[in-house]
T-cell receptor, first 109, second 113 residues
Framework: KNEVEQSPQNLTAQEGEFITINCSYSVGISALHWLQQHPGGGIVSLFMLSSGKKKHGRLIATINIQEKHSSLHITASHPRDSAVYICAVGHNQGGKLIFGQGTELSVKP | DAGVTQSPTHLIKTRGQHVTLRCSPISGHKSVSWYQQVLGQGPQFIFQYYEKEERGRGNFPDRFSARQFPNYSSELNVNALLLGDSALYLC????????????FGPGTRLTVL
């Protein structure tokens, strides 16, 4: 079993839909990161959080430390949101990032 | 300010050769991490350096080595290349490590023939 699990692995949505991507982890963490990767490889950091909730534009990230679970929500989805969304946790021993396998999101117009 | 830069962007090598990949962090960042991303999978941690010291190493063979220079730039070296080393190699910089926001470079796509 992977230390970081994401679901779903693939997601297709219609423009305007509310989207949720889930991340569960099994290790002790110092922080959880949500990343966005576009075709070609570039990775952009969306959020880093260690508790509670953060919001940036149409994106919302939440984390429940007790349940070792985080969600990334996209409101009013748009085709430009199409990308791979990756959950990564900062291990509390050594500081390395452990990545989930990613969720490939496709938003259709 | 310039973001994280990596060179080269693409590289084709043959089995048995060695390769050196380079990364320049954002100015002021003292931590550099290297990741390998095989097609269709999430990145895997290779190394982390902070203040020129190796802080962590992933589950990679000794053919993989790295170092960080006094200006905080970093090199990843891979010897005796195998076909399975073909991947996107990502560098990320941060102030001190995984407790900080990570800034990723564009990656170096390595193809081993």
């Amino acid at each position: 079993k992977n230390e970081v699990e994401q679901s779903p692995q693939n997601l297709t949505a219609q423009e305007g839909e509310f989207i949720t991507i889930n991340c569960s982890y099994s290790v002790g963490i110092s922080a959880l990161h949500w990343l966005q990767q576009h075709p070609g490889g570039g990775i952009v950091s969306l959020f880093m959080l260690s508790s509670g909730k953060k919001k940036h534009g149409r994106l919302i990230a939440t984390i429940n430390i007790q349940e070792k679970h985080s969600s990334l929500h996209i409101t009013a989805s748009h085709p430009r949101d199409s990308a791979v969304y990756i959950c990564a946790v900062g291990h509390n021993q050594g500081g390395k990032l452990i990545f989930g396998q990613g969720t490939e999101l496709s938003v259709k117009p | 300010d310039a973001g994280v830069t990596q060179s080269p962007t693409h590289l084709i090598k043959t089995r048995g050769q060695h390769v050196t990949l380079r990364c320049s962090p954002i100015s002021g960042h003292k931590s550099v991490s290297w990741y390998q991303q095989v097609l269709g999978q999430g990145p895997q941690f290779i190394f982390q350096y902070y203040e020129k010291e190796e802080r962590g190493r992933g589950n990679f063979p000794d053919r993989f080595s790295a170092r960080q220079f006094p200006n905080y730039s970093s090199e990843l070296n891979v010897n005796a290349l195998l076909l399975g080393d073909s991947a996107l190699y990502l560098c990320a910089s941060s102030w001190t490590g995984a407790n900080n926001e990570q800034f990723f470079g564009p990656g170096t796509r390595l193809t081993v023939l």
